[in-house]
C-alpha cells in the first residue's frame, strides 16, 4: 500500500467533485478521505502504486463535466490503517482561491423532473442537482458549502436529505438541493394591474405577460423585465418605461427549436445557446421572425438566449411566446436583487412583481456572446463565466485589483498564478452604479480573503473607477493606459507571450498620453511598458462627450478637416434637418479650438462616416450609428477608398481625409450608400494591414493582437485577420471581451510588471 497527497485547483466546488471522486475511489477500492479546502479540492488516497497512477488519471482526464482541473499536484504521505473512503467537512483554514464555479443552467435530468406529473419536484421552480443550479451568485464564503450560501436558512427535508448522502444519486453533496416541502418559495405582488388574476405566482405573472402586462422575474443573480416579445405596444410600454430608446432587448425562448424559428443559427451559435453558461447569442434574425420589429430596431441581430433556471423553464412552458428579458432597471442603474429594492425601484416600470425567497448574494447580469470568423468572442463577461479563473502565465508579485473601464466596467483580482473577473457593472454613470461597483469588489475581496497590494487604474483623471482606486489606502496605485491594457488582455487571453506583441487597438477613446484621445493605436507592447509606433490623424469632437451622441458634430468636423475649413454641407442631406445656428456653433468650436479635443478613435471614423452617409445625426446608444454603417455595407464589394500614410511622423500617422473625400464625391454620384459603407470598411481593413506590414518590415516576426471594441464589428475582424494571418499569428479575444469589459486583465498584468520592472 501507498499514500498520495492529491491537491487540485480549478472550478471543482459545486459540480459535484467530490461526490464523483467519492464514487471513483470506492470502486477502485481506495480508502481515504476527499475534501473542500479553500484552494480547492484535497484528497488522501491510499491503495497500491498502480491503482493509484490510475485513479489520479481518472481525476485529470474524467471529471464531472462542469468541473475544470487546471492544476493537479500529487506527493506522496504514509500509509494509514483506514476502513473506506469517506468526504470530510470542508477545510476553511488556509490561503484561499477561489474555486466556486459559476452558476449552471438547468440540467435536462432537472428539467424532466419538473415537467414530470409524478415526480415530486414537479413545476418547482428550484430544482438542481450536483451538475446544475445556482453557484456563485448564492455564495457568500468558501469552501463551497450550503453553510456558505444563501441556502443555509432552509433545511433539507428528510428526503432530501436521504439524496444529499446517496453516493449513487446525482444529488450526493449537492449543497442548493430542496424540494417544494423545504426548499425557497415564489410569491407574486401587483404594482398595477388592477385585475390581476388570483391563483397560483407563475400563472399569475404567465397570464399578464399574455395581457401585454410587464412583470419583473426574479431570477439568479438579478430581475429581469419581461414582456411579450411579439407585441409591439408591450414592447413599446417596456422601452418608455425603461427609459431605452431604441437599443435592442434580448429575447428568451422556449427552445432551440423556438430560437431556430427566429434567427439564422450556425452550428457554433446553437452550442452556445445550448451550453450550461446559457450566454444570449447574438444571431441574424429572419426576414419572417414573429417579434416585433421595436425588440431589435434597425439592427439585423436579434440577441437570444434559453431558460437557465427551472422557474425560466416554467415561464417560457406556460406563456408560449418568446419573452423579452431585459435587466431590470433603469438604464445606467445597476440590476435589481432585492425583493424590496425591486418594489421600491420597479414601482412605475413592472405592473407586477415575480418573487421568490432565495437570497441573491452577488448580482450578476446576463453574458453575451458572438460568433466572429467562425469563433466565439465575449462581448460581455458575467452569468456563466464569472467567476471562472484564469490561470496565469507567470504569477503576480503581489495581489492586485485592477478597477477595469468607465464605460462596460468590470474589475479583476489577481493573486499569485489566478486572475479573476468580477461580474459586470455596465457604465459607471451613477451614484447606484459606483455603489454596485464598491460592494461587488469588497464581497470579492471577502470570499477570496485577498487584500490587494497593488491598486490599477485607468489613467483617465475624471473616471470613477480611477477616483476610486485614488481612495484606496496603503496600497501602491500604478494608472495604466487604455489601450495598452487592451493589448496585453489579448495576449493574456492566449496564455501570454515573454517577447513583445504587436496590438492593433482601435475603439472610440482612451486618455492618451499626449493630451488627445487614442483608440487607433498600433503599440509594441511588453508586459510592463508599450511604443506607440503607429495612429491615426485625429478629428475635432465638438462638445467633447456630447459629440458621442450628436454625431453630426463629428461628420462636420471631419468634413472640416478633409475640406480645409470649407465643408460641402449644403449638398448633404445630414445637415438640412440641422438648425444653421448649431452648425455654426459648431464651426467656431473648431476654428477657435474650444471645447472641441482632439480624438483618434476609429469608431469615431465609424460614428462620422455613418451619420454622413446614412443621414443619423443622433445615437441614442453608444455605438448604434457605428453597427447601422457596419450592416449597411454591401456583400461583394472589393475597391476601397484611397487614404495616405506619413513615416515621418512619430508616430507613424494615417490620414484618411483622401476617404472623406471620395466618399463625399460618391454620395454626389448617387453611389449606394451600401457599397459606400463596404468601401469604407475595406480601407480601414487595407489601412491596417498597410501599416502592420511597414512596421513589421524589418523586425522579427511577432504576433499581432486585435483588440478593442470596434473589434466587435465581424466585417472588419475578419478582413483584417484573414489578410494578416498568411504572414502573421494573429490573436483575437477569446474568454476577454474585446472592449472595455476586458482591460482590467490587462491592467492588472501591467501594473505588477511596471512594478516589478520598477524594483
Given at each position: 500500500?501507498?499514500?498520495?497527497?492529491?491537491?487540485?485547483?480549478?472550478?471543482?466546488?459545486?459540480?459535484?467533485?467530490?461526490?464523483?471522486?467519492?464514487?471513483?475511489?470506492?470502486?477502485?477500492?481506495?480508502?481515504?478521505?476527499?475534501?473542500?479546502?479553500?484552494?480547492?479540492?484535497?484528497?488522501?488516497?491510499?491503495?497500491?502504486?498502480?491503482?493509484?497512477?490510475?485513479?489520479?488519471?481518472?481525476?485529470?482526464?474524467?471529471?464531472?463535466?462542469?468541473?475544470?482541473?487546471?492544476?493537479?499536484?500529487?506527493?506522496?504521505?504514509?500509509?494509514?490503517?483506514?476502513?473506506?473512503?469517506?468526504?470530510?467537512?470542508?477545510?476553511?483554514?488556509?490561503?484561499?482561491?477561489?474555486?466556486?464555479?459559476?452558476?449552471?443552467?438547468?440540467?435536462?435530468?432537472?428539467?424532466?423532473?419538473?415537467?414530470?406529473?409524478?415526480?415530486?419536484?414537479?413545476?418547482?421552480?428550484?430544482?438542481?442537482?450536483?451538475?446544475?443550479?445556482?453557484?456563485?451568485?448564492?455564495?457568500?464564503?468558501?469552501?463551497?458549502?450550503?453553510?456558505?450560501?444563501?441556502?443555509?436558512?432552509?433545511?433539507?427535508?428528510?428526503?432530501?436529505?436521504?439524496?444529499?448522502?446517496?453516493?449513487?444519486?446525482?444529488?450526493?453533496?449537492?449543497?442548493?438541493?430542496?424540494?417544494?416541502?423545504?426548499?425557497?418559495?415564489?410569491?407574486?405582488?401587483?404594482?398595477?394591474a388592477e385585475d390581476a388574476p388570483k391563483t397560483d405566482p407563475l400563472a399569475n405573472a404567465s397570464e399578464l405577460l399574455k395581457r401585454g402586462a410587464v412583470v419583473a422575474v426574479k431570477g439568479l443573480g438579478g430581475f429581469h423585465l419581461a414582456c411579450d416579445a411579439t407585441n409591439a405596444g408591450a414592447v413599446r410600454m417596456l422601452r418608455e418605461r425603461k427609459r431605452r430608446d431604441e437599443k435592442p432587448f434580448a429575447v428568451m425562448v422556449r427552445d432551440l427549436g423556438a430560437a431556430q424559428a427566429l434567427a439564422e443559427i450556425s452550428v457554433e451559435e446553437a452550442q452556445l445557446l445550448t451550453a450550461p453558461e446559457r450566454p444570449i447569442v447574438l444571431v441574424r434574425k429572419r426576414s419572417d421572425a414573429a417579434v416585433a420589429p421595436e425588440v431589435c430596431p434597425e439592427t439585423p441581430l436579434l440577441?437570444?438566449?434559453?431558460?437557465?433556471?427551472?422557474?425560466?423553464?416554467?415561464?417560457?412552458?406556460?406563456?408560449?411566446?418568446?419573452?423579452?428579458?431585459?435587466?431590470?432597471?433603469?438604464?445606467?442603474?445597476?440590476?435589481?436583487?432585492?425583493?424590496?429594492?425591486?418594489?421600491?425601484?420597479?414601482?412605475?416600470?413592472?405592473?407586477?412583481?415575480?418573487?421568490?425567497?432565495?437570497?441573491?448574494?452577488?448580482?450578476?447580469?446576463?453574458?453575451?456572446?458572438?460568433?466572429?470568423?467562425?469563433?466565439?468572442?465575449?462581448?460581455?463577461?458575467?452569468?456563466?463565466?464569472?467567476?471562472?479563473?484564469?490561470?496565469?502565465?507567470?504569477?503576480?508579485?503581489?495581489?492586485?485589483?485592477?478597477?477595469?473601464?468607465?464605460?462596460?466596467?468590470?474589475?479583476?483580482?489577481?493573486?499569485?498564478?489566478?486572475?479573476?473577473?468580477?461580474?459586470?457593472?455596465?457604465?459607471?454613470?451613477?451614484?447606484?452604479?459606483?455603489?454596485?461597483?464598491?460592494?461587488?469588489?469588497?464581497?470579492?475581496?471577502?470570499?477570496?480573503?485577498?487584500?490587494?497590494?497593488?491598486?490599477?487604474?485607468?489613467?483617465?483623471?475624471?473616471?470613477?473607477?480611477?477616483?476610486?482606486?485614488?481612495?484606496?489606502?496603503?496600497?501602491?496605485?500604478?494608472?495604466?493606459?487604455?489601450?495598452?491594457?487592451?493589448?496585453?488582455?489579448?495576449?493574456?487571453?492566449?496564455?501570454?507571450?515573454?517577447?513583445?506583441?504587436?496590438?492593433?487597438?482601435?475603439?472610440?477613446?482612451?486618455?492618451?498620453?499626449?493630451?488627445?484621445?487614442?483608440?487607433?493605436?498600433?503599440?509594441?507592447?511588453?508586459?510592463?511598458?508599450?511604443?506607440?509606433?503607429?495612429?491615426?490623424?485625429?478629428?475635432?469632437?465638438?462638445?467633447?462627450?456630447?459629440?458621442?451622441?450628436?454625431?453630426?458634430?463629428?461628420?462636420?468636423?471631419?468634413?472640416?478637416?478633409?475640406?480645409?475649413?470649407?465643408?460641402?454641407?449644403?449638398?448633404?442631406?445630414?445637415?438640412?434637418?440641422?438648425?444653421?445656428?448649431?452648425?455654426?456653433?459648431?464651426?467656431?468650436?473648431?476654428?477657435?479650438?474650444?471645447?472641441?479635443?482632439?480624438?483618434?478613435?476609429?469608431?469615431?471614423?465609424?460614428?462620422?462616416?455613418?451619420?454622413?452617409?446614412?443621414?443619423?445625426?443622433?445615437?441614442?446608444?453608444?455605438?448604434?450609428?457605428?453597427?447601422?454603417?457596419?450592416?449597411?455595407?454591401?456583400?461583394?464589394?472589393?475597391?476601397?477608398?484611397?487614404?495616405?500614410?506619413?513615416?515621418?511622423?512619430?508616430?507613424?500617422?494615417?490620414?484618411?481625409?483622401?476617404?472623406?473625400?471620395?466618399?463625399?464625391?460618391?454620395?454626389?454620384?448617387?453611389?449606394?450608400?451600401?457599397?459606400?459603407?463596404?468601401?469604407?470598411?475595406?480601407?480601414?481593413?487595407?489601412?491596417?494591414?498597410?501599416?502592420?506590414?511597414?512596421?513589421?518590415?524589418?523586425?522579427?516576426?511577432?504576433?499581432?493582437?486585435?483588440?478593442?471594441?470596434?473589434?466587435?464589428?465581424?466585417?472588419?475582424?475578419?478582413?483584417?485577420?484573414?489578410?494578416?494571418?498568411?504572414?502573421?499569428?494573429?490573436?483575437?479575444?477569446?474568454?476577454?471581451?474585446?472592449?472595455?469589459?476586458?482591460?482590467?486583465?490587462?491592467?492588472?498584468?501591467?501594473?505588477?510588471?511596471?512594478?516589478?520592472?520598477?524594483?
Amino acid at each position: 500500500m501507498a499514500g498520495r497527497r492529491i491537491e487540485i485547483r480549478g472550478t471543482v466546488q459545486g459540480v459535484g467533485f467530490r461526490p464523483w471522486v467519492y464514487r471513483v475511489a470506492h470502486r477502485a477500492g481506495l480508502v481515504g478521505r476527499v475534501r473542500n479546502d479553500p484552494r480547492g479540492v484535497t484528497i488522501e488516497a491510499f491503495a497500491s502504486e498502480r491503482v493509484l497512477d490510475r485513479f489520479i488519471e481518472q481525476l485529470q482526464d474524467d471529471a464531472p463535466p462542469s468541473a475544470r482541473v487546471v492544476d493537479l499536484r500529487s506527493y506522496p504521505i504514509p500509509d494509514e490503517d483506514l476502513e473506506g473512503f469517506t468526504i470530510e467537512s470542508s477545510d476553511a483554514v488556509g490561503d484561499k482561491a477561489l474555486s466556486i464555479p459559476p452558476d449552471l443552467a438547468t440540467c435536462p435530468d432537472c428539467e424532466a423532473e419538473i415537467l414530470d406529473p409524478n415526480d415530486r419536484r414537479y413545476g418547482y421552480a428550484f430544482t438542481n442537482c450536483t451538475t446544475c443550479g445556482p453557484r456563485f451568485t448564492i455564495a457568500t464564503g468558501i469552501p463551497y458549502d450550503r453553510a456558505a450560501t444563501t441556502m443555509a436558512p432552509f433545511d433539507m427535508c428528510a428526503a432530501c436529505r436521504r439524496e444529499y448522502a446517496d453516493m449513487e444519486d446525482r444529488r450526493f453533496h449537492a449543497q442548493p438541493n430542496a424540494c417544494p416541502e423545504c426548499g425557497p418559495t415564489l410569491s407574486f405582488v401587483v404594482l398595477r394591474a388592477e385585475d390581476a388574476p388570483k391563483t397560483d405566482p407563475l400563472a399569475n405573472a404567465s397570464e399578464l405577460l399574455k395581457r401585454g402586462a410587464v412583470v419583473a422575474v426574479k431570477g439568479l443573480g438579478g430581475f429581469h423585465l419581461a414582456c411579450d416579445a411579439t407585441n409591439a405596444g408591450a414592447v413599446r410600454m417596456l422601452r418608455e418605461r425603461k427609459r431605452r430608446d431604441e437599443k435592442p432587448f434580448a429575447v428568451m425562448v422556449r427552445d432551440l427549436g423556438a430560437a431556430q424559428a427566429l434567427a439564422e443559427i450556425s452550428v457554433e451559435e446553437a452550442q452556445l445557446l445550448t451550453a450550461p453558461e446559457r450566454p444570449i447569442v447574438l444571431v441574424r434574425k429572419r426576414s419572417d421572425a414573429a417579434v416585433a420589429p421595436e425588440v431589435c430596431p434597425e439592427t439585423p441581430l436579434l440577441g437570444l438566449f434559453l431558460p437557465y433556471t427551472p422557474l425560466h423553464h416554467l415561464l417560457l412552458g406556460a406563456v408560449g411566446i418568446p419573452l423579452v428579458m431585459t435587466s431590470a432597471n433603469v438604464s445606467d442603474e445597476p440590476i435589481c436583487k432585492d425583493n424590496e429594492e425591486a418594489r421600491r425601484r420597479l414601482d412605475g416600470i413592472a405592473d407586477a412583481l415575480l418573487l421568490h425567497d432565495r437570497e441573491i448574494a452577488m448580482r450578476c447580469d446576463d453574458s453575451v456572446v458572438r460568433v466572429i470568423a467562425g469563433t466565439p468572442t465575449l462581448m460581455r463577461r458575467s452569468r456563466g463565466f464569472v467567476p471562472r479563473p484564469f490561470m496565469l502565465e507567470k504569477p503576480v508579485s503581489r495581489p492586485v485589483l485592477a478597477c477595469g473601464a468607465h464605460l462596460k466596467n468590470t474589475f479583476c483580482l489577481a493573486a499569485g498564478d489566478t486572475a479573476y473577473f468580477g461580474p459586470h457593472i455596465g457604465d459607471l454613470e451613477t451614484l447606484g452604479a459606483l455603489e454596485f461597483f464598491e460592494d461587488a469588489i469588497e464581497r470579492m475581496q471577502t470570499i477570496l480573503s485577498i487584500r490587494p497590494e497593488v491598486i490599477a487604474h485607468d489613467l483617465h483623471p475624471g473616471y470613477l473607477s480611477t477616483r476610486y482606486a485614488l481612495t484606496r489606502k496603503g496600497v501602491d496605485r500604478v494608472g495604466v493606459q487604455h489601450h495598452h491594457a487592451h493589448v496585453v488582455s489579448a495576449i493574456a487571453d492566449h496564455g501570454g507571450y515573454d517577447g513583445p506583441v504587436l496590438g492593433v487597438a482601435f475603439d472610440g477613446t482612451g486618455f492618451g498620453e499626449d493630451g488627445t484621445s487614442w483608440g487607433s493605436e498600433f503599440l509594441l507592447c511588453f508586459p510592463g511598458r508599450f511604443e506607440r509606433l503607429a495612429t491615426f490623424r485625429p478629428v475635432r469632437l465638438p462638445g467633447g462627450d456630447l459629440a458621442m451622441r450628436e454625431v453630426w458634430r463629428i461628420a462636420y468636423a471631419l468634413l472640416y478637416d478633409a475640406f480645409d475649413g470649407d465643408p460641402p454641407v449644403d449638398t448633404l442631406p445630414l445637415f438640412r434637418n440641422i438648425p444653421k445656428e448649431s452648425i455654426e456653433v459648431v464651426a467656431q468650436m473648431i476654428e477657435r479650438k474650444l471645447n472641441a479635443p482632439l480624438g483618434r478613435g476609429v469608431g469615431r471614423y465609424f460614428d462620422a462616416f455613418g451619420a454622413l452617409v446614412l443621414s443619423r445625426a443622433i445615437s441614442t446608444y453608444e455605438g448604434q450609428v457605428a453597427i447601422a454603417w457596419d450592416f449597411a455595407s454591401e456583400d461583394g464589394v472589393d475597391d476601397s477608398y484611397p487614404f495616405e500614410i506619413d513615416p515621418r511622423r512619430t508616430p507613424m500617422e494615417v490620414d484618411l481625409r483622401p476617404a472623406v473625400r471620395a466618399a463625399v464625391a460618391d454620395m454626389g454620384s448617387e453611389v449606394p450608400r451600401g457599397r459606400i459603407s463596404a468601401r469604407f470598411h475595406n480601407t480601414i481593413v487595407g489601412v491596417t494591414v498597410r501599416v502592420v506590414e511597414a512596421l513589421l518590415a524589418n523586425r522579427e516576426p511577432v504576433p499581432v493582437a486585435l483588440t478593442g471594441g470596434v473589434f466587435q464589428n465581424a466585417r472588419l475582424c475578419q478582413g483584417i485577420e484573414k489578410k494578416l494571418s498568411n504572414k502573421y499569428k494573429v490573436l483575437r479575444h477569446r474568454e476577454v471581451p474585446p472592449g472595455d469589459g476586458g482591460i482590467a486583465l490587462g491592467q492588472a498584468l501591467i501594473a505588477d510588471a511596471f512594478l516589478g520592472d520598477k524594483g
